[in-house]
Structure formats: C-alpha cells, structure tokens
C-alpha cells in the first residue's frame, strides 16, 4: 500500500476512535498525518470516503475468516443448522481475535467500531453496504439455529447482540468499573467464552407476551 495513504488510514483511525467521527474534522487528520489536503482528497474524496476506507481494511479480512469459520461449523454438523453458540462463535472470533495483536492497530479499531455503533447509522449504513453477503449468510444462519422465533423478534434480538458486542469492543463502561471497583479489561478468550453464553441465553429466552400476540397478528393480516 502507498505509504502516505497508510498514513492517512492509521491517522484517522487513531482519531475516529479515540474523538469519534463526527468530532474529527478533515484538517485535524491532515495535521496529524502530516500530509495536505490534496493528499486526502486524492486517495479518499471525502471525510465519509476515508471513515469507509479505514472499516474496510480490517473488516475485509475478518469477514473472510467468519465465513470460513460459518462453512467449517456447518460442515462439522452434518447436514444440521450450526448450534447457536457456534454461529455466534464464527462471527465474533474474528474480531476478538484483533485483541491478542496490539501492534497491529486492531484494538484501535475495536473501540473505532464500539464509538461508531454509539454515534448513529452510519456504520450500519457502510456494513449494509458492503458485507450485505456476509449479513445475510450470518441471518440465515440464525434464523435456521432458531427456527421457532419470529422473524420480528430475532430482529430485536439481534439488535441487542450487536450492542453487546460493540460494548464489548469499547472495552466496556468506565462508569460501571467506578460504581463496582471491578475491571473490564478486553481479553479474547475469556471475552469470548463470556459473549457466547450471554448472547445465546438471551437468543434463547422466552418471547415477551406482546411479542407474541404482535407475531400472531401480522400472519393474520397476510
């Protein structure tokens, strides 16, 4: 990779994450990176080009390995849905994965990716955008391992797994470390073994009331 567009995405990796995106101005990443405007507008076009950029430099290899996991998962169940703790294993290893690395920028980019998720939709919007076949292998894959939830639901639950795992990725609450005086410093294994039994627990759980009688009525009106 050109060594002054290496620049420009380490630099403004470093400041989406530690100021967030919409607090990091376009001058504040050239001043840093060392480089001038011309340099950014060339590699990039534009402040949303750049953030788009910089997720998928890391996010490229990691979807690779979550398909490859998915396929592996699926072949060792024999014909089977993958259990739900699997699918769930093959799709947050690896990003956990990036914590045993801090060299390599990745746990930068792990609490990129919790500010982003906090920040609003945009995030959303370039992961739709560009791993739309990734989400939707991983939909199928949820939907199979928990045929019995209504498709509503599992939307809302999947929601909730996407925040606990961006929380996750911020390295937790600093709050909630100062009212327990216990820490949540990010390790992948035991992060891990803690996401799985969570998030499959809360996949599993009973379906509210009002969520059921919301499912009923939107068969009957088709």
């Known amino acids: 990779m050109n060594l002054t567009k290496e620049r420009i995405l380490d630099t403004a ?3 989406f994450a530690e100021h967030g995106y919409a607090a990091t101005s376009l001058r504040g990443i050239i001043a840093e990176a060392g480089v001038n405007l011309a340099a950014v507008h060339y590699h990039f076009h534009s402040k949303e080009a750049l953030l788009e950029a910089v997720i998928l430099r890391r996010s490229v290899p990691a979807n690779q390995e979550r398909l490859a996991l998915l396929d592996r998962f699926e072949k060792e169940a024999g014909g089977n849905p993958p259990p739900l703790e699997k699918v769930i294993e093959a799709f947050a290893i690896p990003t956990l994965h990036m914590s045993r690395d801090p060299q390599s920028g990745s746990m930068i980019f ?7 998720h906090a920040e609003g939709d945009l995030l959303p919007r370039i992961l739709t955008s560009q791993f739309g076949d990734v989400l939707e292998r991983f939909g199928a894959a949820l939907r199979a391992a928990l045929p019995d939830l209504p498709p509503q639901e599992l939307f809302w639950r999947l929601n909730l797994a996407i925040g606990a795992l961006a929380q996750t990725l911020r390295g937790g609450s600093k709050d909630l470390e100062t009212i327990s005086d216990l820490s949540l410093a990010l390790n ?3 992060a891990l073994e803690r996401l799985v039994a969570f998030l499959s627990a809360g996949f599993r759980a009973p379906v509210p009331t009002h969520a059921v009688q919301e499912a009923h009525a939107a068969v009957q009106e088709r």
């Open 13 to 15: 990796e470093r400041l």
């Open 110 to 116: 792990m609490k990129l990716l919790g500010r982003l």
């Open 188 to 190: 992948s294994e035991t």
